[in-house]
Structures are given as structure tokens and as C-alpha cells.
């Protein structure tokens, strides 16, 4: 990823005013406007994003935000530190007190036939958020190199869940993003050429079934997190049907591609549900139903049947149709009702032990309680182990079995008795 910006047409509002204290008038510094969303490519999915947004209105907390446009890399460059002074589009700094005093508008994408706004209007900035994200520059340097080697790329949860206003603010610890599954190998080798580490996955891949790379460089403060396929989403080319109808925001200066507000919300949905068993996850579950609640949930039942996700975003449709509205949830996938029924590793582990065959069963046995080096430095950044580290995580990992066998037991002989 050079130095080539890819700048928004120009176009800019006109300069802003706010009043301060008594009758003085003060000008707001112009910056470039912060995310907007364009319209779905298609015009059917147009009329329900619009229509989703009418039940959906507030502005996103994250607003209009300045510019910042350094030499983005996916190497090892960091994002510029806090109160290091920003420079526009045009180079020119900016002064401290936060005034563009250049006469000239910066470029926008404001005034751009179909592009409208779902943050502010135009020359009005908010506030800075308290807490600077990592992620933000992040998010639009993975969106620039995906463009320059033509993968299309769609950021999801993060960046969307805060501009849609789906979920409680707080600061992402890594880019979520999807890919097809046919560019997704293409999108990681890309990343490794330019210093990016894929984090090790657990080889037992029945109680941990793969679904993205996790990827990490020394020098950036947050991960790319890569999906070739989300779960909870289960219909086929789930990829091409979110594709279809993306919606379009400027990070900075570089357009990034979202998932619509429909698809934002299932995918927020789903991602709650499967990890409800923690409390931050079952808050950000009754954070959505809340802001969902004043929608037309047929259209979110209609979308959610298109991705495969009626019968694994059950909890919350539920929570959101008319008690008189009858509908066939279907049936979720074996890998979807085993990670949501038992949050614990060891008693999926139980359970698909029992279910093997005699030869499998040893090789499932091996793997829970020697599993090669990877899977014990899979959270870490480490990418080697000396002999009494290794020694030593073993042992954790017996210990911690060892505690957990009576649940796992406990699970085994439920589901004889189920079975029976």
C-alpha cells in the first residue's frame, strides 16, 4: 500500500458556525465529513435500508471526525500519536486551536448524487471520542490494500455495529473483516508479505471449527480479524448476498465497504448469541433488541431467512415479532447448537468424543491432552516455546481438564439419556 490517496469527490459544504459564550460567533473548523453512507447498489435493498432507517434514526456517537491522512502502510507504521498536529487533504497543518484558517473547503463527498448523511450535516464536527480507537486507521489501511489487489472486502461488527449505533461504545481490540472465501487466502498472503502474523489456530477443528484468521503485527496496536464465512449465518454464498447489498463510508479518506443495516444487525445478533454466556455479550444483546425494537421485524425476519439465520438469531427475533405471528424457525446447523448449548471447550470435547468412532476417538484424545505447540500459544504473539515453558503449559492445561472432566462427565451421561 503506497502513498496514493483515495480521495472523496470535491464538493464541500459550506463553513459552519457555532456560538459561544454571550453573542460571539466562532468558527468551527471545516473538516472532511466523517463516515457517510451511500445507497445499496441494489434498488430493492435501497427501499428497506431506508425503511429500516426511519425506526432507526438516531445519529451514530461517533460523528464527523478530522481528518487524518498520513502515508497508510500495512507495515509497520503506527498511527500518529495523540496531539501530534493533523494535516487535510491539502497539507496544510492544522493549527491547535482546532481553526482551519484557510479559506478554501476541503473536499467532501457531501453533494454527491446518492450519498447522504447518517452522521451530521455537513461543517458540523462532534467531539472527539474520549478514548482514541486503534482501529480506526487500521480499518481504512486493510480497506486500501484490498482495493489495490482486488479482493473485495467488507468490514463488519466494529466500524458498523458504532456507525449503525447497534451495540454500547466501547474500543475494538482488532478489524473484523468478511472476504469470499475464494480471495481470502489471497488476503492473508498479502498481509504476511508485509510483516503480518497469523496467530495460531486450535488444530482440533471439531470443537473449534475455522472460520477467519487472526492476524498481528508487532508495530500496530490491534488485529485484522479475517472471515471467509461467519457463524450464525449459514446460507450458501452468504458472502455474495452481503456483498450485494453493502453500503459504502469514508474512513479518513478511503471509502470502506459496510454490511447494510439489516445485515449489520443479524450479524450483531448472531455474534451476541453465540457468546452470550459472557455478561458483555448478553448487555450488547439487549443493547440491539432495544434499538431494534421500534422496527418492522418482518423485514428482519425476510433478510434473516435470505443469510441463513432465522433459527440461530431466534433469541432475538423472538424477542422483537408480535406474540401472535407465527413462524418456522427451522433448525440451526450440529456445529452452531453445540458451540451455543455448551460454552465450555471440554464438554463439546466430551461430546464429540462420544460420538466418534474407536479410531477417532484416540486421535481426539491425543489432541485434548498433547496438542502440538500452536495450540498452547494460540492468544499469545509468541511464536516458539522453550522447553520449560512448554512443559509448564501442559501442566495448566491437565490441571484445568482435570477440574473440568465432572461437567464434561456430567454432559456425556445428559446426552445418553436424551439419546436413549
Given at each position: 500500500?503506497?502513498?496514493?490517496?483515495?480521495?472523496?469527490?470535491?464538493?464541500?459544504?459550506?463553513?459552519?458556525?457555532?456560538?459561544?459564550?454571550?453573542?460571539?460567533?466562532?468558527?468551527?473548523?471545516?473538516?472532511?465529513?466523517?463516515?457517510?453512507?451511500?445507497?445499496?447498489?441494489?434498488?430493492?435493498?435501497?427501499?428497506?435500508?431506508?425503511?429500516?432507517?426511519?425506526?432507526?434514526?438516531?445519529?451514530?456517537?461517533?460523528?464527523?471526525?478530522?481528518?487524518?491522512?498520513?502515508?497508510?502502510?500495512?507495515?509497520?507504521?503506527?498511527?500518529?500519536?495523540?496531539?501530534?498536529?493533523?494535516?487535510?487533504?491539502?497539507?496544510?497543518?492544522?493549527?491547535?486551536?482546532?481553526?482551519?484558517?484557510?479559506?478554501?473547503?476541503?473536499?467532501?463527498?457531501?453533494?454527491?448524487?446518492?450519498?447522504?448523511?447518517?452522521?451530521?450535516?455537513a461543517g458540523v464536527p462532534s467531539a472527539p471520542p474520549a478514548v482514541p480507537d486503534p482501529t480506526l486507521l487500521l480499518t481504512a489501511a486493510v480497506a486500501r490494500l484490498a482495493?489495490?489487489?482486488?479482493?473485495?472486502?467488507?468490514?463488519?461488527?466494529?466500524?458498523?455495529?458504532?456507525?449503525?449505533?447497534?451495540?454500547?461504545?466501547?474500543?475494538?481490540?482488532?478489524?473484523?473483516?468478511?472476504?469470499?472465501?475464494?480471495?481470502?487466502?489471497?488476503?492473508?498472503?498479502?498481509?504476511?508479505?508485509?510483516?503480518?502474523?497469523?496467530?495460531?489456530?486450535?488444530?482440533?477443528?471439531?470443537?473449534?471449527?475455522?472460520?477467519?484468521?487472526?492476524?498481528?503485527?508487532?508495530?500496530?496496536?490491534?488485529?485484522?480479524?479475517?472471515?471467509?464465512?461467519?457463524?450464525?449465518?449459514?446460507?450458501?454464498?452468504?458472502?455474495?448476498?452481503?456483498?450485494?447489498?453493502?453500503?459504502?463510508?469514508?474512513?479518513?479518506?478511503?471509502?470502506?465497504?459496510?454490511?447494510?443495516?439489516?445485515?449489520?444487525?443479524?450479524?450483531?445478533?448472531?455474534?451476541?448469541?453465540?457468546?452470550?454466556?459472557?455478561?458483555?455479550?448478553?448487555?450488547?444483546?439487549?443493547?440491539?433488541?432495544?434499538r431494534c425494537s421500534a422496527m418492522d421485524v418482518t423485514l428482519l425476519l425476510e433478510r434473516a431467512e435470505e443469510l441463513g439465520a432465522l433459527a440461530t438469531a431466534r433469541p432475538?427475533?423472538?424477542?422483537?415479532?408480535?406474540?401472535?405471528?407465527?413462524?418456522?424457525?427451522?433448525?440451526?446447523?450440529?456445529?452452531?447448537?453445540?458451540?451455543?448449548?455448551?460454552?465450555?471447550?471440554?464438554?463439546?470435547?466430551?461430546?464429540?468424543?462420544?460420538?466418534?468412532?474407536?479410531?477417532?476417538?484416540?486421535?481426539?484424545?491425543?489432541?485434548?491432552?498433547?496438542?502440538?505447540?500452536?495450540?498452547?500459544?494460540?492468544?499469545?504473539?509468541?511464536?516458539?516455546?522453550?522447553?520449560?515453558?512448554?512443559?509448564?503449559?501442559?501442566?495448566?492445561r491437565w490441571i484445568r481438564g482435570a477440574r473440568a472432566l465432572p461437567k464434561a462427565l456430567a454432559v456425556m451421561r445428559a446426552s445418553g439419556r436424551r439419546d436413549g
Amino acid at each position: 500500500m503506497g502513498r496514493d490517496d483515495a480521495r472523496p469527490p470535491a464538493g464541500g459544504a459550506a463553513p459552519g458556525t457555532r456560538t459561544g459564550s454571550g453573542d460571539r460567533r466562532t468558527p468551527v473548523r471545516r473538516t472532511r465529513r466523517g463516515p457517510v453512507r451511500g445507497r445499496p447498489r441494489n434498488p430493492a435493498a435501497a427501499v428497506r435500508q431506508d425503511h429500516l432507517h426511519a425506526h432507526l434514526a438516531r445519529p451514530s456517537s461517533r460523528g464527523t471526525r478530522t481528518p487524518v491522512t498520513p502515508r497508510v502502510t500495512m507495515g509497520g507504521e503506527q498511527p500518529r500519536a495523540a496531539g501530534a498536529i493533523a494535516r487535510d487533504p491539502r497539507g496544510i497543518p492544522a493549527r491547535r486551536d482546532g481553526v482551519d484558517h484557510d479559506d478554501a473547503p476541503p473536499p467532501s463527498p457531501i453533494g454527491r448524487p446518492g450519498v447522504k448523511s447518517m452522521v451530521k450535516e455537513a461543517g458540523v464536527p462532534s467531539a472527539p471520542p474520549a478514548v482514541p480507537d486503534p482501529t480506526l486507521l487500521l480499518t481504512a489501511a486493510v480497506a486500501r490494500l484490498a482495493a489495490s489487489i482486488g479482493v473485495r472486502l467488507i468490514v463488519i461488527k466494529g466500524i458498523a455495529a458504532d456507525e449503525y449505533g447497534l451495540r454500547p461504545r466501547h474500543v475494538s481490540s482488532d478489524v473484523d473483516v468478511l472476504v469470499s472465501p475464494d480471495d481470502h487466502v489471497t488476503l492473508l498472503a498479502t498481509l504476511e508479505a508485509r510483516g503480518w502474523r497469523r496467530r495460531p489456530h486450535d488444530p482440533d477443528v471439531d470443537t473449534f471449527p475455522l472460520h477467519s484468521a487472526s492476524m498481528f503485527h508487532p508495530e500496530w496496536a490491534a488485529d485484522i480479524d479475517a472471515h471467509f464465512r461467519y457463524p450464525g449465518l449459514e446460507a450458501a454464498g452468504v458472502f455474495e448476498r452481503v456483498w450485494a447489498q453493502r453500503t459504502t463510508v469514508w474512513c479518513g479518506n478511503q471509502p470502506v465497504c459496510l454490511p447494510s443495516l439489516a445485515d449489520a444487525i443479524m450479524i450483531g445478533a448472531v455474534h451476541a448469541i453465540r457468546s452470550r454466556f459472557f455478561r458483555r455479550h448478553r448487555e450488547e444483546l439487549e443493547f440491539l433488541v432495544g434499538r431494534c425494537s421500534a422496527m418492522d421485524v418482518t423485514l428482519l425476519l425476510e433478510r434473516a431467512e435470505e443469510l441463513g439465520a432465522l433459527a440461530t438469531a431466534r433469541p432475538f427475533l423472538e424477542r422483537l415479532k408480535p406474540w401472535e405471528a407465527d413462524y418456522d424457525w427451522g433448525e440451526a446447523s450440529a456445529e452452531w447448537r453445540l458451540r451455543t448449548e455448551f460454552p465450555e471447550s471440554s464438554q463439546r470435547r466430551a461430546l464429540l468424543w462420544k460420538q466418534a468412532s474407536p479410531r477417532e476417538r484416540l486421535g481426539k484424545l491425543r489432541l485434548a491432552l498433547f496438542p502440538p505447540p500452536s495450540a498452547l500459544i494460540k492468544e499469545t504473539t509468541q511464536q516458539r516455546l522453550g522447553l520449560p515453558q512448554l512443559v509448564g503449559r501442559y501442566v495448566r492445561r491437565w490441571i484445568r481438564g482435570a477440574r473440568a472432566l465432572p461437567k464434561a462427565l456430567a454432559v456425556m451421561r445428559a446426552s445418553g439419556r436424551r439419546d436413549g
